[in-house]
């Protein structure tokens, strides 16, 4: 069993402007270590390696072909060491493109990528991606699937069993490596595909609205694993979403996106200790002060995006643990 | 059913058989090439279905027998010319997806040549290589090629574009990309492309065969026998071999082989 360091979770940033209390929740901060799955079966998986996975993005330019109007204009971006950073933002707002732009699978227009202080100059495992519809090989069983990149490094086949092993032990399938993809629920497929990430034991990590699919229990339980995860590992993420509730259970530091040009909004700093209670209200409130913050940017695509017609709706259902802002658009 | 309507009628009204040949006719021919004499065909008495008399040809094994033979020349050519088939149109599949270019270039002219009857290669086939293997071989990668090329190259086309990316990202990059990324990921295509090649490569094959005499005779040389000598039992005999052959081959074959890989992939 790990030792955590249970300290008193604080509000700060957003929280303190808004004039919350601080307070401690240490019921749920036990709960939560309780979970933890032993450090063994990481051991081999994942180098904890010190000085790697910080993440700078530096006036980002990006445009499609001949289009008008920029994806992303003026992205600046730090994501440090072992930081868990998640962007928000509207559907179409170019979240993707900023992960593709990370991941080197696409070229910026403008602005550099740089990885622990080198130039990103395409895809490559130190920077492993997980995709929006998980993008596993559907000719593989899950555990080929976790094992095709560590075949490719030319490991040998012994170590890389091990290391499958432990990989989807980590993410809870350690029954499932037979498996063919389509024999496997969606919340199955993303943890193969998180596993088969983290595998490579990747400088950063970076995640396409991973859990978009699945069902809210599915997505709770596997807010937990993930933050379970980071914890253990110490991985930097880089996660995307266009859901606040997501976002505030995962993040240190939430960056909002804006639409047409996606440019940065606003930056919110979660100063939670992890893991966290995802019941606490503490987490409800803090989902409601960062919805009201971004709501007033919703409206305004919304406006632009219908015309003039389109008219605010009332503050509906305040206090929800998710609101989508895609949904509504 | 048809088949007994077909034998009823012939036995009332009498047609003759060396124009219009009843089932057992039929049967008879098929099997007096593979070398059982039978007389199925004839009227019903004492001693049927066995052949009243023997006639002057000598017996032999059943392995020895025309159809057999006819049928492991065809086999044999078959296998090898389909083998050239899948090389090609594999290649220019593969090249036709990379290169746009070529695939301006030469994607048209594919289709419109994949309107062409492959006989139709014969004649050039004929004066380009003679009365030879050579030349059954020509008419029978020409008649084939085409079709795999072209569902190559849409079957590469249609594979997701997430799976390169996450090839690359995993560290899959240069050679190692096609062989452990787009390969696999193309297999629903190229099973259909095979399978689809295999019913050009055999109907081509037959044709070229119908109309080359060449040393070694296959079956469509056995169709073209038949006609020599006018037995049109043996004719209908060879044309349901012919398309017996060909269903087999496709069902137990390549229809398997795309029902495979479909489960695999959790396709249909
Ligand atoms: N390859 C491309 N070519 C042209 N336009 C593109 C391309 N990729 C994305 N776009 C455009 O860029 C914009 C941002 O796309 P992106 O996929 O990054 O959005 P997103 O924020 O991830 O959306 P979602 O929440 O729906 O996943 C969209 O308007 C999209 O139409
Ligand atoms: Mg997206």
Redesign the pocket.
């Known amino acids: 069993m790990f030792a955590l360091p249970i300290e008193n979770y604080q509000l700060k940033g957003l929280g303190e402007r808004r004039g919350m209390e601080a307070g401690a929740v240490r019921s749920g901060e036990l709960k939560a270590a309780r979970r933890l799955a032993p450090a063994e079966l990481l051991r081999g998986v994942v180098r904890r390696e010190v000085g790697r996975g910080m993440l700078e993005m530096r006036g980002i330019e990006k445009r ?2 001949s ?1 008008r109007v920029a ?1 992303l204009t003026g992205i600046s971006l730090e994501v440090k060491r072992g930081e868990f950073v998640v962007v928000v ?12 732009l990370a991941g080197g699978m ?1 070229k910026p227009d403008g602005g550099e990528v740089m990885l622990d202080g080198k130039a990103v100059e395409g895809p490559g495992p130190e920077r492993a991606m997980v995709f ?1 519809d998980h993008g596993l090989f559907p000719w593989l069983t899950a555990a080929s699937n976790i094992e095709f990149g560590l075949r490719m490094l030319g490991m040998r086949r012994r170590e890389r069993r091990d290391r499958v092993e432990a990989a989807l032990r980590m993410v809870h399938l350690g029954n499932f490596g037979e498996k063919l993809v389509h024999e496997l629920s969606g919340g199955m497929k993303q943890r193969v595909a998180i596993a088969r990430a983290m595998v490579m034991d990747p400088a950063v990590l970076l995640m ?2 991973p859990f ?1 699919a699945l069902d809210a229990q599915t997505r709770t339980l596997l807010h937990g694993q993930l933050q379970e995860l980071w914890i253990q590992t110490k991985k930097t993420i880089l996660f ?1 979403t ?1 859901s606040v509730g997501e976002a505030v259970r995962l993040a240190d530091r939430i960056i909002v ?1 804006s ?1 047409y040009p ?1 440019r940065i909004r606003r930056e919110i700093r979660v100063e939670l200790s992890h893991p966290r209670d995802f019941d606490s209200p503490q987490i409800s409130e803090l989902v409601r002060l960062v919805r009201t913050e971004i709501e007033e940017e919703v409206n305004r695509v919304n406006r632009e995006m219908a015309g003039d017609e389109w008219k605010p709706a009332a503050s509906a259902h305040l206090g929800d643990g998710f609101v989508d802002l ?1 949904g509504s658009i | 059913m048809v088949l007994s309507i077909w034998e009823g009628a012939y036995r009332v009204i009498g047609w003759r058989s060396w124009v219009f040949p009843a089932p057992s006719h039929v049967v008879d021919a098929t099997l007096g090439m593979l070398n059982v004499r039978t007389g199925f065909g004839e009227g019903i008495g004492a001693g049927w279905p066995f052949a009243k008399e023997q006639s002057g040809r000598e017996e032999g094994s059943w392995y020895g027998s025309p159809l057999i033979r006819a049928q492991v020349v065809s086999g044999v050519r078959l296998v090898f010319g389909f083998s050239l088939s899948i090389v090609f149109g594999g290649v220019l599949g593969l090249l036709m997806w990379r290169w746009e270019g070529l695939d301006k270039l030469l994607g048209p002219l594919f289709l419109g040549l994949q309107t062409l009857p492959s006989v139709c290669w014969v004649p050039l086939a004929i004066l380009v290589f003679g009365i030879n293997e050579t030349g059954i071989l020509f008419v029978l990668v020409m008649g084939s090629f085409f079709a795999i090329a072209i569902a190559l190259r849409d079957g590469l086309k249609q594979i997701p574009p997430i799976y390169q990316r996450a090839g690359l990202m995993l560290g899959a990059a240069g050679w190692r990309l096609y062989r452990y990324v787009l390969l696999p990921a193309s297999l629903p295509a190229l099973a259909g492309s095979l399978r689809q090649g295999f019913s050009f490569a055999w109907r081509s094959l037959m044709g070229a065969e119908l109309i080359f005499a060449v040393k070694k005779q296959g079956l469509g040389y056995q169709l073209a026998m038949g006609r020599e000598t006018a037995d049109v039992a043996q004719v209908v005999a060879v044309m349901i071999v012919m398309v017996v052959v060909g269903m087999v081959v496709d069902r137990w074959g390549f229809a398997k082989l795309q029902e495979r890989v479909q489960a695999r992939f959790g396709l249909g």
């Open positions: 499609f072909n289009s994806v933002g509207p559907s179409g707002c170019g979240k993707t493109t900023l992960l593709n696409v929006q396409d609205e978009a995307v266009h996106l639409a996606g895609g």
